[in-house]
């Protein structure tokens, strides 16, 4: 059913009742009824709207239609559709993150440093494999974080 | 910023302090649900100043939901979130009362009076009395005059925040420069660590004694540090004062400590009120422990699939329940709530997906609305796995494969010789400018074993072996001339006619081409941000390339066979003449497209019921 929302082939499958069914029977505490009745609405407007955006027109995923609803600020008036997208994409499809943060565990917890504690290898993997984010922290504010953990 | 003993606090203790074991409990660990948490006077008295220290950097404990339930039997109303905004020390608890974070954490002497421990102890539930205007129980909590016993307590809250105010502190006040100098040492530290953790190196061996040649990754980085920049070789290690020297294993935690917290709550805050799933998978690390892996998937503002990877814990056994109560209390130690979870994804043993016990069905129970999603890469390798086993032809395929390989590769005087041999084939090529160079084409490499795990490894076994036919052949062919015993050349002699036969080859060559086919979607199963839409479409063009195979790919595969095994000097069966073989080879090419196309077709199906 989610099928309905694919922007590919010019948003041929797109279809409005497959979609509030959708809603109707999978994610029925997300909207509210009033919202339902809102939401179709919104789809009637976003069924004659986005397939004709210049930048919406050629989206080959729905991940990038997500990212191009956002930036051309579609998402602010179709909201409920926005929502909607999103709760779409939280679907997971494999499990392959966790497979990567175990062989990430392998290389970290290594037949030489077998003797590492759970809280230390906890906190070292997530470092290690959230690099990204662990470069953004400047060292003021690791300073300043270490300084309140304990009285010194 | 000197170490400084552990000083008494300026605060009143409360009066009420019962005889308590002096257990130490671990910071990390709090419970942080405010109905659950054992009250502040419960902890020994040294340790409830870090307690509530740890408290404070979790923050008020604030889940936020649509909705809340209702409460009340005669007029039910609801929490709402908003309060949270206009009143910051406001708490919410599983059993849907409210409780009063300063309040907890700097009880009043107990009185009389009643109604005192409704926000510490007892829990608030009365929501109809909070929209009473001048009435409105959070305000008379709050109380008006400056000494209420709430704003008593939101002072202390500030004050014990406030470190640099401690008396203690204000006597000994340090020079600016003293303060500079630490901070240059511990900014030293701090970028060790990160460098290290980064490149996954261990911070120091097991002994630290400072005779030692070696000292460990962390002090010799220190000492390197030190001989190139003399600003900072003024101050550290040797230079630097005993009690501030930043460089123990103790600060070297707690920097990573410091890190790892605030790289969660970067994710946290990347979360915000979404919608996410959680994908868990466990596995045994080098010390044979069982670990289990927590990634968090949600769509963040500006529209991105981000996949995050929260936390490990050690877990005791693999039962559905335990796992359970793990994931919970690491998500209620985030402030996740368990009612905003919108799917899980398992790799589908038994107590993951299981009906009625499984992890996904104690989910379901809490939150209605947690699809369950088996991971499309595993069931792609069972229908594998189950393609391969289930045709009798492919599967004595496989372990031929797997016993040619064993022999080829069993030592090391076999493996230099193949390589040997390649290498002189590719020299060859390469002269009479049949394959061109570059850089990483032309490499030697070995036979891989296949594992049953992991279906690429066959893809990849299989690729090198035709790559490398020739010199595997000829390998075989002088240990079955040679070898030291008989059963080494039976052996050896054995696999040779099986690499020679056209069987061989034509299995060799059909499975190549539908496990590459695949070996694709495999692929791109496992990139980071897979949507689920995107990935049916891939399993349909792989059903639709599979069966293109199936319908029109015999003439080409046939021809690129022949022209295999004349390369190989393999004989090829008169196509005509021997019509038995060739048609048995027919029928065996439509039943492993068939059977393949008929197991793709069943996940699909199963993908589709679980949309």
Redesign the interface.
């Known amino acids: 059913m989610s099928t309905a929302l694919d922007p590919r082939n010019s948003y041929k499958l797109f279809n409005v009742e497959d979609i509030c069914l959708l809603v109707d029977k999978f994610y029925p505490q997300d909207f509210s009824d009033q919202e339902k009745i809102h939401l179709r609405l919104q789809l009637q407007h976003y069924e004659l709207d986005v397939p004709n955006h210049p930048k919406l027109k050629s989206m080959s995923s729905i991940a990038d239609l997500c990212q191009g609803l956002v930036e051309t600020g579609k998402s602010t008036i179709y909201p409920l559709v926005d929502r909607l997208i999103r709760l779409i994409l939280t679907l997971p499809v494999s499990t392959a993150t966790t497979e990567r943060a175990f062989s990430g565990m392998k290389i970290v917890k290594t037949r030489l440093r077998n003797r590492m504690e759970d809280d230390f290898l906890a906190n070292y993997l997530i470092v290690y494999i959230e690099k990204e984010i662990a470069e953004r922290f400047t060292i003021d504010m690791i300073i300043d974080d270490f300084y309140s953990m304990k009285e010194r | 910023?000197?170490?400084?003993p552990?000083?008494a606090s300026v605060y009143k203790e409360p009066a009420l302090i019962s005889e308590q074991p002096l257990t130490r409990i671990d910071i990390?660990h709090l419970i942080r649900d405010s109905s659950n948490r054992p009250q502040i006077w419960e902890y020994s008295v040294n340790q409830q100043?870090?307690i509530r220290?740890a408290y404070i950097?979790l923050g008020s404990y604030q889940p936020l939901m649509?909705e809340y339930p209702l409460t009340g039997n005669k007029h039910p109303c609801r929490f709402q979130s908003h309060w949270f905004k206009s009143y910051l020390w406001l708490e919410y608890s599983e059993k849907y009362t409210a409780f009063c974070f300063p309040c907890y954490l700097f009880p009043s002497k107990p009185s009389r009076k009643p109604g005192l421990d409704t926000f510490t102890v007892k829990g608030f539930n009365c929501w109809k009395k909070v929209n009473d205007g001048e009435r409105c129980a959070f305000l008379t909590h709050m109380g008006k005059c400056p000494n209420s016993a709430h704003r008593f307590a939101t002072r202390c809250l500030e004050n014990l925040?406030n470190?640099s105010c401690h008396i203690e502190k204000v006597v000994k006040r340090q020079t600016t420069q003293e303060i500079q100098n630490n901070?240059l040492r511990?900014?030293a530290s701090?970028?060790i660590v990160?460098w290290l953790?980064?490149q996954?190196c261990?911070f120091r061996g097991?002994d630290n004694c400072p005779e030692l040649k070696n000292q460990g990754n962390f002090l010799e980085m220190m000492e390197l540090l030190e001989s190139y920049n003399e600003q900072i070789g003024a101050l550290v290690l040797g230079n630097a004062p005993q009690n501030a020297k930043y460089a123990s294993h103790q600060i070297q935690?707690?920097?990573?400590?410091?890190?790892?917290?605030?790289?969660?709550s970067?994710?946290r805050h990347e979360i915000g009120d979404?919608?996410?799933?959680v994908?868990?998978?466990e596995?045994r690390?080098?010390?044979r422990?069982e670990?289990m892996?927590?990634?968090i998937?949600?769509?963040d503002?500006?529209?991105?699939?981000r996949?995050?990877?929260?936390?490990?814990?050690?877990v005791k056994d693999t039962t559905a329940a335990t796992l359970k109560e793990e994931i919970s209390f690491v998500l209620s130690h985030h402030n996740l709530d368990v009612q905003n979870i919108?799917?899980?994804?398992?790799?589908g043993a038994s107590n993951m997906h299981g009906e009625w016990n499984g992890l996904q069905a104690l989910f379901i129970n809490d939150c209605?609305?947690a699809?369950y999603?088996h991971?499309?890469?595993?069931q792609l390798q069972l229908a594998l796995i189950a393609a391969a086993r289930e045709i009798s032809d492919v599967h004595t395929f496989f372990q031929n494969l797997i016993y040619i390989i064993n022999i080829v590769s069993a030592s090391c005087k076999r493996n230099d010789e193949l390589r040997a041999f390649q290498a002189s084939t590719i020299e060859h090529l390469v002269d009479i400018g049949e394959i061109e160079t570059g850089k990483g084409v032309n490499q030697v490499g070995g036979l891989q074993r296949p594992g049953d795990s992991r279906w690429s490894s066959h893809f990849k076994s299989i690729c090198n072996l035709i790559k490398i036919y020739g010199a595997t052949c000829l390998v075989l062919e002088n240990i079955a001339l040679d070898g030291s015993t008989y059963s080494q050349r039976g052996d050896a002699a054995f696999s040779f006619k099986l690499l020679m036969s056209f069987d061989f080859a034509l299995i060799l060559h059909i499975m190549k081409d539908v496990m590459g086919i695949t070996d694709m979607l495999c692929q791109a199963?496992?990139?980071?941000?897979?949507?689920?839409?995107?990935?049916?479409?891939l399993v349909t063009t792989t059903k639709t390339l599979i069966q293109k195979l199936r319908d029109d790919g015999w003439k080409t595969l046939l021809k690129e066979v022949t022209s295999f095994c004349k390369h190989q000097d393999i004989e090829v069966p008169d196509m005509d003449a021997c019509f038995s073989s060739v048609g048995r080879s027919r029928r065996k090419q439509k039943l492993v497209t068939v059977e393949h196309h008929y197991r793709v077709d069943i996940s699909t199906v199963i993908i589709d019921q679980q949309?």
Do not use: W
């Open positions: 910023m000197v170490e400084q552990l000083c990390a100043d870090e220290r950097n649509s925040k470190q901070r511990i900014k701090i970028d990160r953790t980064f996954a261990a097991h935690k707690e920097i990573l400590h410091v890190f790892a917290r605030n790289v969660q970067s994710i979404a919608r996410f799933c994908t868990v998978d596995a690390d080098e010390s422990r670990q892996a927590l990634v998937r949600f769509v503002r500006s529209g991105f699939i996949e995050r990877f929260l936390d490990i814990v050690h919108r799917g899980q994804g398992y790799d209605l609305y699809y999603v991971c499309l890469a595993h199963l496992q990139q980071k941000s897979q949507d689920i839409l995107n990935a049916m479409h949309l």
